[in-house]
C-alpha cells in the first residue's frame, strides 16, 4: 500500500512543470485587473450582511410546564436559561457524531495493522473511547430534561457545531485517510470537545446549576484524558514513521 | 487512427450490466497525483452522460413510441454517469471541482474551435470560451481569498488565470445569446459531435454551480456562483441554438449516440491513467453497443440509412492537451467582442441604449460580484497571501 510520506506523482506544485508554470506566471503578469480596491469589496459586503443577518435560527419553546417554570424562574434572576440549552444541545449533538467519528476509524484500524509499534491505538483503545462518549450522550441528555428541554431539537449551536465537524468526519470516513490523518482527526475533535465541556461546567456553575455541573465534571475527566491518549498517538505515529525517538512515554489507559 | 462505425456493433445492450460496487465503489482518482487531463476528462464525460439521460428524458415527453427503449437505454447510462461522476474525490472542494469544470470548458472548447470546419460556429466556441476564461480568474480569486489556496494545484500550470472577457460585460439579453444553427442537410458530421459535446459539457456546469452555490456561508461566494451560473445559463442557450430544429427526434438521439461514441473514443486515446483507460475502453463497446441498437430503431422507423446522418468514420478527436497559445491569441483578438442578435460584433457594434446595454446596467446596479471577487487580483504561484507574506516579512 502505498504511504502519503513516499515520493509519488503529485503534479500540484509549480516545479511539477517548470516550462508550464513560467508561462502560467507570465500570463497572470500580463493580465490586469478588471477592479480596484482589493480585498475591501468583499469586506464591505460581509460586513453588511452580517449586520442584516438574523442567526441561523431560534431555541425551541420550552417542552414542558416544569421547563416553563424553571425558565421564568432563571429568567427572573436575569439570566438566559436558553443559553444553557442551547450549549448543551451543541455538547449532545458533538457526543453523537463523536461516536461516529470513533466508529469511522475504528473500522478502518485493521488496514493499517501493518506498521505495528505498541504505541498506535488498538480497536479496544478506541473502542473505550467511544463507549464514553456514547456515555455522555446519556449524561447531556439527562441534562436537557432536567431543565425541561427537548433533546431532540438541533439548537442553532448544534447546528454549527455540526457544520465545523463536517471536515473531521469526512476525513475519518475516507478510506484513503492513513491511521496518522485519521488520528488527527480525532485530536481536532477531542480538543473541541474538551473545551465545550469545560466551557460547560462553568457555565451551569454560574447559573446555580450545580448538580448539572457535577454530573458533567466526570465526563469532562474522561474527555482530558482521551485527548492525552490521542495527543499521544498522533505524537508517536508521526515520530515512528520519521525515525526520530520519543521523549515522552505513553500514559497508560484507565 | 479513427474508428469504422459501420464495422462496430459494441457490447449488446442485454450485456451492459453493472453491481453497485462497480458503479460506486470504486476509489476514485487522486486531486494531487493524477493528470489534471485525466480530470478534465472525468468532468466532461459526467457532462455528457448527463445530457444523454436530459434528451432522454425531453424525448420521453415528446414520443411515447419510444418510451421503452430510451429507459432501456436510459438506465444503462444512469450507472455510467455515476460510475464517472464518482471517480471525483471527496478532498476536492466544491471550488477546487469549480476550478476542474472551468478548465475542461476553457481547453476542450479550445480544442474543439480549432477543429471546427464552420466559421461562424468557430467564432461561437472562441466566443464562449473568452467568458469561461473570466470565469477561472474569478473563481481563482474565490479560491484563494476564501480558502487560501491555489487555483494551479488543480490547473497544474496548464491553463492561464487572468482576465478574459469581463464577466461582468457577459450579461446580455436573451435575444442576443440565441445563435444561427448548423443545416442539418450541410453541415459535416464533426459540427453536430462538437455541438452536442459543447452544449451537454455548459449544460451540466449550469446545473453544477446551482446545485453547490447554495452550500456556500460566505456571501461573495454565494452572489458568484449565481452570477456566473446565469452566464451557464446564457451558454446553454447559444449552444443549444447551434443545432439544426428540423432533425427528427430519432435523428437527435442517433447523433446523441454517436457524441457519446465519439467522446469515449477520444478519452480511450488519451488517457493516462491505466484504471481509467479501462473504464474508458469498456464504455466505449457500451456507447456502440447504444449506437447499434438506436440505429435499428432509427432505419426502422425512418426507413432512411443512419449512415445518412452519422459519420462512417469518427473525426479527429478532442486534443486533451494545453491549448495555451490558441487561447492567448483569441483573447488578443477577440477579448472586445459582444453578440448582438445572432452575430459575434466588435465592441463598437453594442449600441447604447441596446436590449443587452440595458439589462447588463441594471442586472450589475448593485454590484457585480465577479469584480468584488477579483478586485486588483493577479494569481501567484502560492497565492497571493505567499507574496504578501514575504513582504511583510521583509518590513517587519
New interface residues.
Given amino acids: 500500500m502505498k504511504t502519503p510520506n513516499e515520493t509519488?506523482?503529485?503534479?500540484?506544485?509549480?516545479k511539477?512543470?517548470p516550462i508550464?508554470?513560467r508561462?502560467?506566471?507570465a500570463?497572470?503578469?500580463?493580465?490586469?485587473?478588471?477592479?480596484?480596491?482589493?480585498?475591501?469589496?468583499?469586506a464591505a459586503?460581509?460586513l453588511e450582511?452580517a449586520q442584516q443577518a438574523d442567526a441561523v435560527g431560534s431555541m425551541p419553546p420550552p417542552a414542558s410546564l416544569k421547563g416553563v417554570a424553571k425558565s421564568a424562574m432563571t429568567v427572573l434572576k436575569g439570566e438566559s436559561p436558553t443559553l444553557l440549552l442551547n450549549l448543551l444541545g451543541e455538547r449532545l449533538a458533538f457526543e453523537r457524531t463523536g461516536v461516529r467519528l470513533y466508529e469511522a476509524v475504528i473500522d478502518k484500524l485493521p488496514a493499517f495493522a501493518a506498521d505495528g509499534g505498541s504505541a498506535r491505538p488498538t480497536v479496544a483503545d478506541l473502542r473505550a473511547i467511544q463507549e464514553d462518549e456514547l456515555r455522555h450522550v446519556d449524561v447531556v441528555r439527562r441534562a436537557i430534561e432536567t431543565l425541561g428541554g427537548d433533546p431532540t431539537a438541533m439548537t442553532p449551536a448544534a447546528d454549527l457545531g455540526g457544520?465545523s465537524m463536517s471536515g473531521v468526519l469526512?476525513v475519518a470516513c475516507?478510506?484513503?485517510a492513513q491511521l496518522a490523518d485519521s488520528l488527527h482527526a480525532l485530536l481536532t475533535a477531542e480538543l473541541v470537545d474538551n473545551d465545550g465541556w469545560e466551557l460547560l461546567i462553568q457555565l451551569a456553575r454560574g447559573l446555580g446549576q450545580e448538580e448539572i455541573a457535577q454530573s458533567f465534571a466526570q465526563a469532562r475527566d474522561q474527555e482530558h484524558l482521551h485527548l492525552v491518549r490521542i495527543r499521544a498517538w498522533v505524537m508517536s505515529q508521526v515520530m515512528r514513521e520519521a525515525g526520530v525517538e520519543e521523549s515522552a512515554t505513553l500514559p497508560a489507559a484507565t | 487512427m479513427t474508428l469504422d462505425l459501420t464495422a462496430q456493433r459494441g457490447t449488446p445492450l442485454p450485456q451492459q450490466r453493472f453491481t453497485w460496487r462497480e458503479i460506486a465503489g470504486a476509489?476514485p482518482i487522486s486531486k494531487?497525483?493524477?493528470?489534471?487531463f485525466t480530470r478534465v476528462r472525468v468532468i466532461l464525460m459526467n457532462g455528457i452522460m448527463s445530457d444523454a439521460l436530459r434528451f432522454k428524458h425531453i424525448a420521453n415527453r415528446l414520443d411515447g413510441s419510444l418510451r421503452v427503449p430510451l429507459a432501456e437505454v436510459r438506465r444503462v447510462e444512469q450507472h455510467m454517469q455515476t460510475m464517472i461522476n464518482w471517480l471525483l474525490?471527496?478532498?476536492q472542494s466544491p471550488i477546487e471541482t469549480t476550478i476542474g469544470y472551468e478548465q475542461v470548458a476553457i481547453e476542450v472548447t479550445a480544442s474543439v474551435a480549432q477543429h471546427e470546419p464552420d466559421p461562424y460556429m468557430a467564432q461561437l466556441y472562441r466566443f464562449g470560451l473568452l467568458e469561461d476564461f473570466d470565469h477561472l480568474?474569478r473563481y481563482s480569486a474565490l479560491l484563494d481569498?476564501l480558502e487560501g489556496k491555489d487555483a494551479?494545484?488543480?490547473?497544474?500550470?496548464?491553463?492561464?488565470?487572468?482576465?478574459g472577457r469581463?464577466t461582468?460585460v457577459e450579461h446580455r439579453a436573451p435575444v442576443d445569446d440565441v445563435r444561427r444553427h448548423y443545416d442539418r442537410k450541410t453541415a459535416q458530421p464533426i459540427t453536430r459531435l462538437h455541438a452536442i459535446t459543447l452544449f451537454a459539457g455548459e449544460y451540466q456546469t449550469h446545473d453544477y454551480y446551482m446545485h453547490v452555490g447554495p452550500l456556500f456561508?460566505?456571501?461573495?461566494a454565494r452572489?458568484l456562483y449565481a452570477e456566473i451560473a446565469s452566464i451557464e445559463e446564457q451558454h446553454v442557450t447559444q449552444y443549444e441554438s447551434m443545432s439544426d430544429p428540423t432533425e427528427t427526434l430519432l435523428e437527435k438521439w442517433l447523433l446523441h449516440e454517436a457524441a457519446e461514441v465519439y467522446n469515449f473514443w477520444g478519452c480511450v486515446q488519451s488517457e493516462s491513467n491505466k484504471r481509467l483507460k479501462a473504464i474508458w475502453e469498456r464504455f466505449l463497446d457500451y456507447e456502440l453497443g447504444q449506437l447499434a441498437y438506436v440505429r435499428e430503431i432509427f432505419e426502422r422507423v425512418e426507413k432512411r440509412d443512419a449512415f445518412s446522418v452519422l459519420p462512417r468514420t469518427l473525426p479527429t478527436p478532442i486534443d486533451y492537451s494545453?491549448q495555451?497559445k490558441f487561447v492567448?491569441d483569441v483573447l488578443e483578438k477577440e477579448v472586445n467582442f459582444r453578440a448582438v442578435g445572432t452575430e459575434i460584433v466588435p465592441l463598437a457594434a453594442e449600441k447604447p441604449g441596446s436590449p443587452s446595454v440595458r439589462y447588463r446596467e441594471h442586472i450589475n446596479s448593485e454590484?457585480?460580484p465577479s469584480?468584488?471577487?477579483?478586485?486588483?487580483?493577479?494569481?501567484?504561484?502560492?497565492g497571493e497571501l505567499i507574496e504578501q507574506a514575504a513582504v511583510q516579512a521583509t518590513v517587519h
Fill in positions: 509519488g506523482m503529485n503534479r500540484t506544485g509549480i511539477t512543470s508550464d508554470s508561462a502560467t506566471e500570463g497572470a503578469e500580463e493580465g490586469e485587473p478588471t477592479s480596484i480596491g482589493g480585498e475591501s469589496l468583499m459586503v460581509r450582511l457544520v469526512q475516507d478510506p484513503r | 476509489l494531487l497525483d493524477d493528470d489534471a474525490p471527496a478532498d480568474y481569498r494551479n494545484n488543480i490547473l497544474q500550470s496548464y491553463t492561464d488565470i487572468r482576465p469581463p461582468e456561508s460566505d456571501p461573495i452572489m494545453s495555451r492567448r454590484g457585480s469584480q468584488i471577487v477579483a478586485a486588483n487580483y493577479q494569481w501567484r504561484p502560492g
